[in-house]
């Protein structure tokens, strides 16, 4: 065995040891009814010195003493108005309304434990070891300031301070923070005095404290240097805000580290880079027995410098022009971490002296920061990602919003400049709002926290369109670049190639991300080619300027939203704004009709989830057509998309984007554009929204213009279309005859598309009449026909099918059938097709005689409905209605109510769960 496991044996035995006999310590909790004070509190903390290896001699002689230090601390607590929150370990935690008194308690506890100390020390040493006392040492440590009060404890990072100062105290010392030092300094005890013993760095905090001992004549005063950071050699810069952690991000830079002799933190600007590093110094401090050193290379210009201001840092003195060897020569033998922030601009330079040290100085270790890597053998990079911030759509409850890093960060910076600023119902979703269009960047976060002086978080969120204005304004003593958001970002785009800048405001015109290939055709001309774009676009990545990301088995690009506006903005200025937007909508023209085929296909799934991350693209596509009077092209990229926009729920704004198509003059000639456009607008209004009489015109309009220019593909869909709607208002006979002729033209063309969602309506046709058996007939032999593969018609025919069974008193089959609709769905996001699923899972439950569940799952339907602002087709309606009318006519009315109000507090997913209960099924 090692000496460092035997080591960490010897740890583990003594941490047991010590827990072993803390479980047996009584707790002391407050007294019964005594309040917590509450505002600004001043908490004491302390700790016995040196206790584990009394556990290991002297178990009996430690558990007495024990009791006796913790009655000594009682007393003195509770006679000085203060309340003991909790014990810890060997510890006491406690709290007091004003500091003096807390103070008065620390001394009065000295002074009783110092006398039993004494008295300890005085026994014969001839006495039996049993019988020896032990002398106990106890550390103290007064912190005063504001903590959340939450279940009779309280939490926050004033406890943290707290908690670390006591740390760095020896047994019998009185620690005071600087805030506790100044509100006791005028009520000290006589005799009693402060001794300033200077400013401490701790692990896990971000700023300094000073600290001063309490000096009274009856305590000892003569104690080693504190354990703290300062006893480490390191020039970190001291912080004077918080370091909001990153979701376990700084834990895993440390064990890069143990691994790598050089790590390189790569990010956009104002990412956090530096922060995170200066906090991954301050953590590994003691492992570097010759420090931690912080070396600033942002204002440097001069790529011959870095070598200087490394050595200038490390204090290394040299009469003559430095070169690398002096300097590796120097830290040959050192163990310690530099810190090389803000490489960037000197990357070459950086590079060098990184590659020299890993080659030469085997104990020294360099964590870099930067927009890019170093790009040498030996190196790790580690992307910075923004913090997380919450999608509004999924909460609901401020203590959900308040977990979020970019929250914790905004809110915490507002109330720096607003003392009055707390997170409320009202004002998060502007909250949030802000740290998504922020990207979570903390810089961002806290250039816009600061106009909290000016507007209200509503104000700041609604002006973020204009970010570069907005958020100015930043810290008097930053670099000039930090202090707004432009210059941060002026400062990447300086160093970037002048194709490298061409190809950087060109992106911009993407929304939301794209792919590859999008960028190849819409970026190039004019001093981009297309064999360029390849590399221009992984020299952006590298920079830190462009994410990339995986989605569905694809690479994915896209800016941060602040890096897109800048870039926006520089497009604008190049005058070359107007053509790559046109490039930008001719791209997505044709790849809308390339896809098209592809969501009436056996991949639907697939290529909807393709299509997903495309949608603000196909929006801003759209507005560029309708901007420029590209009518003929903004038309042909909705006619191609519209059931993407129908089965992603967002069919009223393709609706309405239609409408507004059909009413300009370009598409007013009776062209085939017009007739796919009337036909995509009649679907939409009648087949979604179920008004038939609004949706017929456009149908009859794109019917007439097929048929006279002779487009079957049309004919055959917009009679089939009429058919449905005569079908929903009862005019059967029209409705057979309408189907029978599309029927008959598909199978001459073999649409098979065509030809399988006739035989749908028609098996909607044979149910809405009582023809169940006919119906459930229809529905397997379109399943047969279509293949029994994942897509929004095939669990719309499973469900169709389910509810024929329950129809014909086969409740279990139904359920089964039901059931599989209901994931299929949920799997492809149609929260429409969901709550119709979940409505006739509650007809299955009333078949079988569960009336209160199925009342919750009627409520819960509705719920899901209103939840997307959707309505149940014609025949799930008339099954709904029934339904509820059952439940309502068969249950008493309080067991109603109370079923109902049950459902309607379900969320999609709860609700989900109940509708698929095996109980609903026959065994």
């Given at each position: 065995?090692?000496q460092?496991?035997?080591a960490?044996?010897?740890?583990?035995l003594?941490?047991?040891?010590?827990r072993?006999h803390?479980t047996?310590?009584?707790h002391m909790?407050p007294k019964?009814?005594?309040p917590l004070?509450?505002?600004?509190?001043t908490?004491?903390?302390?700790?016995i010195?040196?206790s584990?290896p009394?556990?290991?001699?002297?178990p009996?002689?430690m558990?007495?003493?024990l009791a006796?230090?913790?009655?000594?601390l009682?007393?003195?607590?509770?006679?000085s108005?203060?309340?003991?929150v909790?014990t810890t370990?060997?510890?006491?935690h406690a709290?007091?309304?004003l500091?003096?008194?807390a103070?008065a308690?620390c001394?009065?506890?000295?002074r009783?434990?110092r006398?039993?100390?004494t008295k300890?020390l005085d026994?014969?040493p001839?006495?039996?070891p049993?019988?020896?006392p032990?002398?106990?040492?106890?550390?103290m440590a007064?912190?005063?300031?504001?903590?959340?009060l939450?279940?009779?404890?309280?939490f926050?990072?004033?406890?943290?301070?707290?908690?670390?100062?006591?740390?760095?105290?020896?047994g019998?010392?009185?620690?005071?923070s600087?805030?506790?030092a100044?509100?006791?300094?005028?009520?000290?005890?006589a005799?009693?005095t402060?001794?300033?013993?200077?400013?401490?760095?701790?692990?896990?905090?971000?700023?300094?404290e000073r600290?001063f001992q309490?000096?009274?004549p009856?305590?000892?005063?003569?104690?080693?240097?504190?354990?703290?950071?300062?006893?480490k050699?390191?020039?970190?810069?001291?912080q004077v805000?918080?370091?909001?952690n990153?979701?376990?991000e700084q834990?895993a830079?440390v064990?890069l580290?143990?691994?790598?002799?050089l790590?390189?933190?790569?990010g956009?600007?104002?990412?956090?880079?530096?922060?995170l590093?200066i906090?991954i110094?301050?953590?590994?401090l003691?492992?570097?027995?010759?420090?931690?050193?912080?070396v600033?290379?942002?204002?440097?210009?001069d790529?011959?410098?870095?070598?200087q201001?490394?050595a200038?840092t490390?204090?290394?003195?040299?009469?003559?022009r430095?070169d690398l060897?002096?300097?590796?020569n120097?830290l040959?033998?050192?163990?310690l971490?530099?810190?090389?922030?803000?490489?960037?601009?000197?990357v070459h330079?950086?590079?060098?002296f990184?590659?020299?040290?890993?080659?030469?100085?085997?104990?020294?270790?360099?964590l870099?920061t930067?927009?890019?890597a170093?790009?040498?053998?030996?190196?790790?990079?580690?992307?910075?990602?923004?913090?997380?911030?919450p999608d509004?759509?999924?909460?609901?409850?401020?203590?959900q919003?308040a977990?979020f890093?970019?929250?914790?960060?905004?809110?915490?910076?507002?109330?720096?400049?607003?003392s009055?600023?707390?997170l409320?119902n009202e004002n998060a979703?502007a909250?949030?709002?802000?740290?998504?269009?922020?990207?979570g960047?903390?810089?961002?976060?806290e250039l816009?926290?600061?106009?909290?002086?000016?507007?209200?978080?509503?104000?700041i969120a609604?002006r973020?369109?204009d970010?570069?204005?907005l958020?100015t304004?930043?810290?008097?003593t930053?670099?000039?670049r930090?202090k707004?958001?432009?210059?941060l970002?002026?400062?990447?785009?300086?160093?970037l190639?002048e194709?490298?800048?061409?190809?950087?405001?060109?992106?911009s015109?993407?929304?939301?991300?794209w792919?590859?290939?999008?960028?190849?055709?819409v970026?190039?001309g004019?001093?981009i080619?297309?064999?360029?774009v390849l590399?221009?676009?992984?020299?952006?990545?590298?920079?830190?300027?462009?994410v990339?990301?995986?989605?569905?088995?694809?690479?994915?690009y896209?800016?941060l939203?602040?890096?897109r506006?800048y870039a926006?903005d520089?497009l604008?200025e190049?005058?070359?704004?107007d053509r790559?937007?046109?490039?930008?909508?001719?791209?997505?023209?044709?790849?809308?009709?390339a896809v098209?085929?592809?969501?009436?296909?056996?991949?639907?799934?697939i290529?909807?989830?393709?299509?997903?991350?495309?949608?603000d693209?196909?929006?801003?596509a759209l507005?560029?057509?309708?901007e420029?009077?590209?009518?003929?092209?903004?038309s042909?990229l909705?006619c191609?998309?519209?059931?993407f926009?129908?089965?992603r729920g967002q069919?009223?704004?393709?609706?309405?984007r239609?409408?507004?198509?059909l009413?300009q003059?370009?598409l007013?000639a009776?062209?085939?554009?017009?007739?796919?456009?009337?036909?995509?607008a009649?679907f939409?209004?009648?087949w979604?929204h179920?008004r038939f009489?609004d949706a017929?015109?456009?149908?009859?309009e794109?019917?007439?213009?097929?048929q006279?220019?002779?487009?079957?593909k049309?004919?055959?869909?917009?009679q089939m279309?009429l058919?449905?709607i005569?079908?929903y208002?009862?005019?059967?006979q029209?409705?057979r005859?309408l189907?029978a002729?599309?029927?008959?033209?598909a199978?001459?063309?073999n649409d098979?598309?065509?030809i399988?969602?006739?035989?749908?309506?028609?098996?909607?046709?044979?149910?809405?009449?009582?023809?169940?058996e006919?119906?459930k007939?229809?529905?397997?032999?379109?399943?047969?026909?279509r293949?029994k593969r994942?897509?929004?018609?095939?669990?719309y025919l499973?469900?169709r099918?389910?509810q024929?069974?329950?129809?014909?008193?086969h409740?279990?089959?139904?359920a089964?059938?039901?059931?599989e609709s209901?994931?299929?769905?949920?799997?492809?996001g149609?929260?429409?097709g969901?709550?119709?699923?979940?409505?006739?899972?509650?007809?299955?439950?009333?078949?079988r005689?569960?009336?209160?569940?199925a009342?919750?799952?009627?409520a819960?339907a509705?719920v899901?409905l209103?939840?997307v602002?959707?309505?149940l087709l014609?025949?799930?309606q008339?099954?709904y209605d029934?339904?509820?009318?059952a439940v309502?006519?068969?249950?008493d009315r309080?067991?109603?109510?109370a079923a109902?109000a049950?459902?309607?507090t379900?969320t999609?997913?709860q609700?989900i769960e109940?509708a698929?209960?095996?109980?609903?099924?026959d065994?």
């Amino acid at each position: 065995m090692t000496q460092q496991q035997v080591a960490k044996t010897r740890i583990d035995l003594q941490n047991a040891i010590v827990r072993v006999h803390s479980t047996s310590r009584p707790h002391m909790p407050p007294k019964p009814g005594q309040p917590l004070p509450t505002g600004t509190v001043t908490f004491l903390f302390t700790d016995i010195e040196g206790s584990t290896p009394l556990w290991e001699q002297s178990p009996e002689a430690m558990r007495a003493a024990l009791a006796g230090h913790d009655g000594s601390l009682r007393r003195a607590i509770e006679s000085s108005n203060g309340v003991i929150v909790k014990t810890t370990g060997d510890g006491v935690h406690a709290a007091f309304a004003l500091a003096a008194d807390a103070l008065a308690a620390c001394l009065a506890a000295q002074r009783e434990l110092r006398s039993a100390e004494t008295k300890a020390l005085d026994v014969d040493p001839a006495s039996p070891p049993s019988s020896v006392p032990v002398a106990l040492r106890v550390r103290m440590a007064l912190h005063t300031g504001v903590a959340e009060l939450r279940d009779g404890d309280y939490f926050g990072g004033t406890l943290n301070r707290a908690a670390r100062i006591m740390s760095a105290a020896h047994g019998g010392q009185i620690l005071l923070s600087a805030t506790t030092a100044e509100l006791v300094r005028r009520q000290l005890p006589a005799g009693t005095t402060l001794r300033d013993v200077g400013e401490h760095q701790f692990k896990g905090l971000p700023n300094s404290e000073r600290l001063f001992q309490i000096v009274a004549p009856d305590l000892r005063d003569d104690f080693p240097p504190l354990h703290s950071l300062k006893t480490k050699a390191n020039n970190l810069p001291i912080q004077v805000t918080s370091f909001i952690n990153r979701a376990g991000e700084q834990a895993a830079i440390v064990l890069l580290l143990g691994s790598h002799r050089l790590v390189t933190l790569t990010g956009a600007g104002g990412i956090g880079k530096t922060r995170l590093s200066i906090a991954i110094g301050t953590e590994l401090l003691a492992q570097y027995s010759d420090g931690v050193w912080f070396v600033e290379l942002a204002s440097l210009a001069d790529p011959a410098l870095v070598f200087q201001t490394i050595a200038t840092t490390l204090g290394l003195r040299f009469e003559s022009r430095l070169d690398l060897t002096i300097l590796t020569n120097h830290l040959h033998d050192k163990r310690l971490l530099l810190i090389l922030d803000n490489c960037e601009h000197l990357v070459h330079a950086c590079a060098q002296f990184a590659d020299a040290i890993l080659r030469t100085c085997p104990q020294v270790q360099v964590l870099a920061t930067s927009r890019e890597a170093l790009g040498i053998a030996g190196e790790i990079a580690r992307p910075v990602a923004s913090m997380q911030t919450p999608d509004a759509s999924q909460l609901v409850a401020v203590a959900q919003v308040a977990r979020f890093e970019a929250v914790r960060l905004f809110c915490e910076r507002a109330t720096a400049v607003r003392s009055d600023f707390c997170l409320t119902n009202e004002n998060a979703p502007a909250v949030i709002q802000i740290c998504q269009r922020l990207d979570g960047i903390p810089l961002a976060l806290e250039l816009a926290s600061a106009r909290l002086k000016m507007f209200s978080v509503e104000q700041i969120a609604a002006r973020l369109d204009d970010s570069f204005r907005l958020l100015t304004g930043g810290s008097r003593t930053g670099l000039p670049r930090q202090k707004t958001l432009r210059s941060l970002i002026d400062w990447s785009h300086t160093l970037l190639s002048e194709s490298e800048q061409f190809l950087l405001r060109r992106l911009s015109v993407f929304a939301g991300g794209w792919t590859f290939e999008a960028a190849q055709a819409v970026c190039t001309g004019d001093g981009i080619s297309d064999d360029s774009v390849l590399d221009l676009l992984g020299h952006l990545v590298d920079k830190s300027l462009v994410v990339v990301a995986e989605h569905d088995g694809q690479s994915r690009y896209r800016l941060l939203e602040t890096i897109r506006q800048y870039a926006r903005d520089k497009l604008l200025e190049s005058r070359e704004r107007d053509r790559v937007r046109q490039q930008h909508l001719d791209f997505y023209v044709w790849w809308s009709e390339a896809v098209e085929p592809q969501f009436i296909g056996n991949e639907q799934i697939i290529w909807l989830k393709r299509l997903d991350p495309e949608l603000d693209n196909l929006r801003a596509a759209l507005d560029w057509s309708m901007e420029t009077r590209a009518i003929r092209s903004g038309s042909r990229l909705l006619c191609a998309s519209y059931r993407f926009w129908w089965l992603r729920g967002q069919s009223r704004e393709a609706f309405q984007r239609l409408v507004d198509f059909l009413i300009q003059p370009e598409l007013a000639a009776p062209t085939m554009d017009r007739a796919r456009a009337l036909f995509a607008a009649g679907f939409l209004e009648g087949w979604v929204h179920s008004r038939f009489s609004d949706a017929r015109p456009f149908l009859t309009e794109s019917l007439a213009i097929a048929q006279e220019l002779g487009d079957k593909k049309c004919i055959v869909r917009a009679q089939m279309h009429l058919g449905v709607i005569a079908q929903y208002q009862q005019d059967y006979q029209t409705a057979r005859s309408l189907f029978a002729m599309s029927k008959a033209l598909a199978l001459a063309e073999n649409d098979v598309f065509a030809i399988r969602n006739i035989l749908s309506y028609e098996a909607d046709d044979a149910f809405m009449q009582g023809e169940y058996e006919r119906a459930k007939g229809l529905n397997e032999a379109c399943i047969a026909y279509r293949g029994k593969r994942e897509g929004h018609d095939l669990a719309y025919l499973l469900r169709r099918l389910g509810q024929c069974h329950l129809q014909l008193s086969h409740a279990g089959k139904a359920a089964g059938f039901i059931r599989e609709s209901l994931m299929m769905n949920w799997g492809f996001g149609d929260r429409q097709g969901v709550a119709a699923c979940i409505a006739a899972l509650a007809a299955v439950a009333l078949a079988r005689g569960q009336k209160s569940e199925a009342t919750a799952l009627f409520a819960a339907a509705e719920v899901a409905l209103k939840s997307v602002r959707a309505q149940l087709l014609h025949i799930d309606q008339t099954a709904y209605d029934r339904g509820l009318a059952a439940v309502r006519s068969q249950l008493d009315r309080t067991v109603f109510d109370a079923a109902w109000a049950d459902g309607q507090t379900l969320t999609i997913e709860q609700a989900i769960e109940r509708a698929m209960n095996e109980s609903l099924s026959d065994l």
